[in-house]
Every structure is written in C-alpha cells, then in structure tokens.
C-alpha cells in the first residue's frame, strides 16, 4: 500500500507564497504521475497540477503563471511552489499518485489566504 505525505500547508496573506511537499512511501519507474488536486468548501475537487516520470507538466487555467511543480532530489517527492496566492486559493489541497490504473491519496493539508 502507498502511503503519501503531504506538508506545507498553512495561512497566507492576499499576494504570498506558500510550498507544498508530498513524499510517496516508494518510488516508481514505470509511468505515473504525481501531482496536487484541491477542494474548496462546495466544491468538487479539482485538478491544480500534476508532473509525470517524464518530466511533462500540466496545471489548470486558474494557477498557470503562478504555482509551479517540480520533483525532488528524491525521485518520489513533488513540489508545489504557489505564489502570488488570492482568496480564492483557499482549499484543502490533496496529494496524488496515479499509476496504471490505481490512484492514491494524501489525507490533505489546508490552505488558506486571508487578510
């Protein structure tokens, strides 16, 4: 069982940064992607960004130009860098591992900006 650990998250003022880290409990070769959803209070979980073993990158509309994904010195760990952060950043934003056709989840860490 894969086990992901989310860190990173917190309270942010209108126009801050924050980063979030997720380790996976293992590392993978095969293809896979690993990368970050969120979820705001009524709302469906959404796609934020995710980065594949490839190194190919992909965010939604609402974060391009200013979160940024990268991978870790260890090949199962993911970045999240987000600046630039507005209300309507705030979530809980959830760690994922998808890998052929299983997907694995982080318990969540919770971003808020506020003034």
């Known amino acids: 069982q894969v086990q992901l650990v989310e860190s990173g998250g917190g309270l942010v003022q209108p126009g801050g940064s924050l980063r979030l880290s997720c380790t996976a409990s293992?590392?993978?070769?095969?293809?896979?992607?690993m990368g970050w959803y969120r979820q705001a209070p009524g709302n469906q979980r959404e796609l934020v960004a995710f980065l594949t073993n490839e190194g190919n990158t992909r965010y939604a509309d609402s974060v391009k130009g200013r979160f940024t994904i990268t991978r870790g010195n260890a090949r199962n760990t993911v970045h999240l860098q987000m600046n630039s952060l507005t209300p309507e950043d705030t979530a809980v934003y959830y760690c994922n591992l998808h890998i052929v056709t299983r997907d694995y989840w982080g318990p969540g860490t919770q971003v808020t900006v506020s003034s």
């Open positions: 293992q590392s993978f070769y095969t293809f896979h992607t």
